[in-house]
Every structure is written in structure tokens, then in C-alpha cells.
């Protein structure tokens, strides 16, 4: 009964090179996010998606972007990885109605060697 | 931008005990306040949420209190179970944003059977 779904759960990718995290839900939501969880942190919102329009906080770093290619999917790249971004990546999406319930998938845990 | 603060970070209750997880927020303009519970390898589940127009509410075992004045809500389970073993996150949504989450850094809730 997944709904959102996250693959993979494990990934290890080597310093520098390019790393491809993917979402995709059932649910047919209007939004869906990136979060990035360090150990014993909160969630940080990286960015989130209205439909097509892409929304970054001021402070992702320029190394992280994403794709929503339709409803269903969206990617998170991360172009040059560094040892500081291993971390849960965690997706999430929600309706995008006011104050609507977040529904989140079960995040990849990057690993950087 | 909002900031949320959650203490402690970690709580130990004897079963049967109740357990107080407390947060407070920044933006005073925030009106929606859901509590999100992580398993050991789990997604995060939202169990309760509140908005700003109620001061509390109540689902059996779990309920939320809200003092906006103070800008700060709570987390209280009656009759914990070992079950209820777990990361507990709160989160509040800007007004300026309805969508988004900004979460507190999580309660690891341990209870002793």
C-alpha cells in the first residue's frame, strides 16, 4: 500500500560524482518535497514542488536540484557530492490545500566514500 | 522564516506512564501544527495535528495542546505502551507558505515495558 515510494533505500556514491535520488506517489498530489535528515536533526526542506512550479529555500546549496518531470515522479541530483551531504533524504507530498497532511516516503540513506 | 524548537530530545517512561513532548515556534503567524511519529526505519506518520482556531484536541490516547500567546504546543500520551517507542517530530506551517513544514528536531520516546 506504498504511496510514496523512494528508490533506493541505500545509496553510496563516491565524492564528486553525480548521484540521482527518486520519489514517485500514487496519491496524484499537487506537491511534492525534498527533505534532507542529518543524524538526531530535523527534517530540512530543500525544496518542494507546486505542480510544475519549483520552489528552492534560500539556503540549499547550488549542488542540489531537482526534476518533476510529470505528477507522478521527481528526482533529487545532487551534482558534486560532498562528504557533508550524507544524510536521509526523505520525499514527501501533500495536496497543497491550506494546512493539509504531509505524506512521506521512506528515504534513501546516502552514503558519500 | 519560522524556527521550531522541541525538548527533549530524548524521554524515557516507565509503560503505563504519560510522556510530555513540548515545542515552541517563531513565527507568530503560523496556524497549523501537526506531530509526526518515526519508527526505527519507518517513514514519518503524521498521528495528530491541530490549527491555531483550537487551544486543544484529543485522539484517545494522544492529544495536542496549543497556547498561541505563548507560542508553544504539546505533545501528550496517556497509558504509553511500548509501541509508542519512537521519534516524535512537531512542525509548524508559515503562514506565508501553507504547505510547508519547518520540524523541530525530534524526541526519541523510549518506554520501558
Known amino acids: 500500500d506504498a504511496m510514496v515510494i523512494q528508490n533506493p533505500r541505500y545509496q553510496v556514491t563516491q565524492f564528486g560524482k553525480p548521484v540521482t535520488l527518486s520519489c514517485s506517489q500514487t496519491l496524484n498530489h499537487n506537491v511534492m518535497y525534498w527533505y534532507q535528515q542529518k543524524s538526531s536533526q530535523a527534517p530540512k526542506l530543500l525544496f518542494h514542488?507546486?505542480?510544475?512550479?519549483?520552489?528552492n529555500e534560500a539556503d540549499t546549496p547550488d549542488n542540489f536540484q531537482s526534476r518533476r518531470p510529470n505528477t507522478s515522479f521527481c528526482f533529487l541530483d545532487i551534482r558534486s557530492p560532498g562528504l557533508g551531504d550524507a544524510a536521509m533524504y526523505l520525499c514527501?507530498?501533500?495536496?497543497?490545500?491550506?494546512?493539509?497532511?504531509?505524506?512521506f516516503g521512506q528515504g534513501t540513506r546516502l552514503t558519500v566514500v | 522564516g519560522e524556527n521550531v524548537e522541541q525538548h527533549p530530545s530524548t524521554l524515557s517512561v516507565q509503560e503505563g506512564d504519560s510522556a510530555v513532548i513540548k515545542c515552541t515556534y517563531s513565527?507568530?503567524?503560523?496556524?497549523?501544527f501537526p506531530w509526526y511519529k518515526q519508527e526505527l526505519g519507518k517513514r514519518p506518520q503524521l498521528i495528530i495535528d491541530?490549527?491555531?482556531?483550537?487551544g486543544e484536541k484529543k485522539d484517545q490516547r494522544i492529544a495536542v495542546t496549543l497556547n498561541k500567546t505563548a507560542k508553544h504546543f504539546s505533545l501528550h500520551i496517556t497509558e504509553t505502551q511500548p509501541e509508542d517507542s519512537a521519534v516524535y517530530f512537531c512542525a509548524a506551517s508559515p503562514m506565508d507558505s501553507s504547505y510547508k513544514l519547518i520540524f523541530g528536531s525530534g524526541t526519541r520516546l523510549l518506554v520501558r515495558p
Open positions: 514542488y507546486y505542480d510544475k512550479d519549483f520552489n
Open positions: 513565527d507568530s503567524a503560523s496556524n497549523y
Open positions: 491541530i490549527r491555531s482556531n483550537v
Open positions: 514527501a507530498t501533500s495536496r497543497g490545500l491550506v494546512n493539509t497532511e504531509a505524506f
